[in-house]
């Protein structure tokens, strides 16, 4: 028994040297293949939702071993359950990859490709949708008032919901910003995106919308029905298409809760999408006393006057033209 202890405990510490020397030599072997030179089939590449880590290494990188595969196999599943570091779906740019290190950051971030939609002001739900389309695989209608018309950037592969999320947010913060603006003491933020998107839709230019900004707010002042055109065209088509055809004077007297030229007021809800410039303007309160406006396709351009006399002469000055 006196001889047996000394032996057990000589193979105990032969068996902890050689473990502890095989330990030494995997961290040694994970540092090099880690930082190791790494070439990529293409510089620009996809991962697919659920695709796994084996699958991702040979689809993307020439010069990689089984032996390799298996220890960053272990190395991210380790990370996964220790930081909650996970591998993403998308586009990734792998211009600025290295070595596998690199190469690990960057798709457990969200794909770095951007990708852009631009809302134009004064879309209508099937203009956007049709872009839409082409981005996402599912996507829900997004009401007028929800968001402000603009650029946005986006990486391919985000859901859905994560974008609209984004543009909500966007539009709360704008309107954060104006929150003191001397224009909410007589108009909600819905009344003011109702308003943008009849200047939207009406407007030509930053001065033309300005102009058409000051003549809603002067009719609505005293209670004179606004009498925009785009609101017969959104009552006749309910916006979910072109008329392809001028207004008739039957048109106008149309029943429907969006005929400015039979309602007084604003209509229940946008009839379009707004544009941040047209937001601005709305917060600049740009000052005229214009109440009319037509529309000279000679000049290409609204005319404005300050009272009907003058409107109706002019109207008959561009008529006889």
């Known amino acids: ?185 007589n108009f909600s933020e819905n009344e003011i995106m109702i308003i943008g998107s009849l200047i939207d839709k009406e407007g030509l230019d930053y001065e033309d919308k300005r102009n058409i900004a000051s003549v809603i707010f002067n009719r609505l002042n005293i209670n004179m029905k606004l009498q925009i055109d785009a609101t017969v065209l959104y009552a006749l088509t309910d916006g979910n298409y072109d008329l392809k055809r001028n207004l008739l004077f039957k048109d106008l007297k149309i029943d429907h809760p969006f005929n400015t030229y039979n309602i007084y007021g604003l209509p229940p809800k946008p009839i379009s999408y707004v544009g941040k410039e047209t937001l601005d303007i709305i917060f600049e309160n740009y000052k005229t006393d214009f109440l009319f406006y037509f529309f000279n396709n000679s000049l290409n351009r609204h005319i404005f006057s300050e009272n009907f006399e003058d409107h109706k002469n002019k109207i008959n000055e561009y008529r006889k033209n």
């Open 1 to 185: 028994m006196g001889l047996e202890e000394p032996i057990l405990l000589y193979y105990i510490r032969i068996f902890s040297i050689l473990f502890i020397l095989l330990i030494v030599i995997s961290l040694f072997y994970f540092f090099y293949i880690f930082n190791k030179k790494i070439n990529l089939i293409e510089n620009n590449f996809s991962i697919k939702k659920g695709e796994k880590i084996e699958k991702i290494l040979i689809s993307n990188i020439k010069n990689i071993s089984q032996l390799e595969i298996f220890f960053m196999k272990i190395y991210y599943q380790s990370n996964y359950f220790i930081n909650n570091k996970y591998i993403h779906f998308g586009d990734f740019d792998g211009n600025n990859i290295v070595s596998l290190n690199s190469f690990f950051k960057i798709i457990c971030q969200p794909g770095n490709v951007l990708k852009k939609i631009t809302i134009v002001d004064g879309w209508s739900k099937n203009d956007l949708e049709s872009v839409l389309d082409k981005n996402f695989n599912k996507f829900k209608n997004i009401e007028y008032q929800d968001i402000i018309a603009d650029s946005y950037f986006f990486h391919k592969g985000n859901e859905f919901d994560k974008f609209l999320k984004h543009l909500v947010k966007i539009k709360k913060e704008y309107f954060d910003k104006h929150k003191n603006n001397k224009i909410f003491n």
